[in-house]
């Protein structure tokens, strides 16, 4: 689909690798697919990123982090936000995926699947900590906007899983 | 500026604000840890959606005002949410009723206000809808639970929608506003998704064994800025630090 392209100025791409989530730190704003276009136009690099949830408070401190990371690479940086196209877990990268499950939150599945899961009607989250498929809901809403708590029911070890979002 | 484009954004921005002011309440005060981080959650989704209405609100009016002039400091009268989104928390079965009843109303809505031919406001509704379907899930499962569960819940669930349907009708009546931006394809024509909601909320209510209430009579007032008079604490509550520190920030 034509509309999730990002449009990235090569030269930009590594500066903007080292901006993480504040909220999942291992995770960069890169991998998380929040930054749709950055380019250099007039000396100025123009950024436009786009909220996870609209009420994610990450995004002020995001916008803040790329335009400091530019500063110590002697850019100029403009952040715009976003709303359309909106944004979906589809675009958190491979690697980002992977990161997610080191750092202890389950990834998200398909948007049937999602459902199945946060409806408790179906074990299929796995558990990031020992891999077992004997988890729990334990509430459709977690430590974020974009999770939902589960619990393993083999290690006992309460997880957070990233929900689907479409 | 566009005065009917700006009032619109209110009327519908205003809901989510003082959806998201009630539901905030109930931070630290949820009737478990589960349910007060699913009404907070709840809230702050609303807040970032307001915020988007008002900054978009705020530079269509062009002055020096801002999405936080626009929150904290207007008059009663000039907010014009529903009255249904003002009512206090009671207890659980209250605070979950209310947020049935205006998340299955606000699903109807972003649903035909994402075809809107205003691109911020179709933009809007499309990051929305995905956030409100998930806020739909959660009440409407909330209304089974309870009204399938003991005799105490369901009898309670009952009575909270009981009262709270007085304040439905409201939903679906139009302001000068909405007519004119209907006319323009901005808008929505709130009389449509009247059916729709009745037929919706009727099916989870027979679901989870509750009665859905015949009235004649209903609340209505919020739309044209004349509130219940809840409103006033709520909204001493909302601007007190902007009022009493004027142009405070974090």
């Given at each position: 689909m034509t509309e999730q392209l990002q449009h990235i100025d090569q030269e930009l791409f590594e500066i903007l690798e080292t901006v993480s989530d504040p909220e999942i730190p291992v995770l960069s704003i890169m991998e998380m697919g929040v930054v749709r276009s950055a380019h250099i136009i007039n000396g100025i690099v123009e950024i436009e990123i786009t909220p996870t949830y609209s009420g994610c408070p990450a995004m002020d401190v995001i916008a803040e982090d790329i335009i400091s990371a530019f500063k110590e690479k002697g850019y100029v940086a403009k952040v715009d936000l976003i709303l359309s196209p909106a944004w979906t877990?589809?675009?958190?990268t491979a690697k980002g995926r992977a990161a997610l499950e080191k750092y202890g939150i389950a990834s998200p599945l398909s948007a049937d699947a999602d459902k199945e899961a946060l409806l408790g009607n179906k074990k299929i989250v796995k558990c990031p900590q020992c891999g077992s498929l004997n988890t729990k809901l334990v509430s459709q809403f977690g430590s974020t906007a974009c999770k939902a708590f589960f619990q393993c029911e083999d290690c006992l070890e309460p997880f957070d899983y990233f929900k689907c979002l479409k | 500026m566009d005065k009917d484009l700006v009032q619109y954004i209110f009327g519908i921005a205003d809901n989510a604000l003082i959806l998201g002011q009630r539901l905030g309440e109930l931070c630290g005060h949820g009737p478990s840890l589960e349910t007060d981080i699913a009404m907070t959650n709840i809230s702050l989704d609303l807040l970032g959606q307001v915020r988007s209405y008002y900054q978009y609100a705020a530079k269509l009016m062009g002055d020096d005002t801002t999405e936080d002039t626009i929150a904290f400091l207007r008059k009663e009268r000039e907010y014009k949410n529903v009255l249904l989104v003002e009512q206090p928390n009671q207890d659980f079965a209250y605070s979950i009723s209310r947020q049935f009843l205006f998340d299955s109303y606000h699903l109807l809505l972003l649903e035909e206000l994402q075809n809107s031919t205003d691109a911020t406001l179709s933009a809007i509704a499309k990051k929305s809808i995905k956030e409100v379907s998930y806020h739909t899930r959660f009440s409407s499962d909330w209304i089974r639970r309870l009204g399938g569960g003991t005799e105490e819940s369901h009898n309670r669930i009952q009575e909270a929608i009981t009262h709270l349907w007085a304040f439905t009708d409201e939903l679906f009546h139009q302001t000068d506003a909405d007519k004119t931006m209907v006319s323009e394809g901005i808008g929505v024509d709130v009389t449509k998704l009247k059916d729709a909601f009745y037929k919706k909320v009727s099916a989870v209510l027979e679901e989870s064994t509750l009665e859905t209430p015949q009235l004649q009579y209903f609340q209505k007032g919020g739309k044209q800025g004349v509130h219940s008079e809840h409103m006033g604490y709520l909204l001493a509550d909302l601007q007190y630090m902007q009022r009493t520190y004027p142009n405070m920030n974090w």
């Open positions: 877990t589809d675009w958190i | -």
